[in-house]
């Protein structure tokens, strides 16, 4: 959207939880609310070249997201319960912990995932 400024913090060491997989917990921390926006805590998943957010004691996906080749995204997706509730999120080039930010577009609110 135009006009939002998007910023992240640097992830810290994630850890192994399956062959293939690393996963790390974090806080969200608000950076932008232009509506009601709470932050929460849960955890990074990234297994082959797909990334999640888990929130807290879910077994299922915020949302997923195809990391490019580089390791980076940054587009549009569906929430995994509410396909048609996007969120822009927007990954750092790399591997393991990096810059995540997401904005969810009907609230309007920005998030950054920050390790605990």
Known sequence: MPGLIFSAFVLGPGHAVAQGS?????????M????TCDGERGSIRVTGRKLAYFSQGMPYPVW????????SVD???GR??????NVRV?????????????????T???FSYVPD
């Open 64 to 71: 997923e997201v195809e990391l490019e080749p580089d390791g």
């Open 90 to 106: 927007k990954v750092a080039a790399g591997s393991g912990p990096r810059e995540i930010t997401s904005l969810d577009e009907i």
């Open 22 to 30: 690393t996963q790390w917990k974090v806080t969200l921390t608000v």
């Open 80 to 85: 995994y319960i509410h396909s048609s509730r």
């Open 32 to 35: 932008r609310i232009a509506s």
């Open 75 to 77: 587009k549009v997706i």
């Open 108 to 110: 309007l609110c920005t």
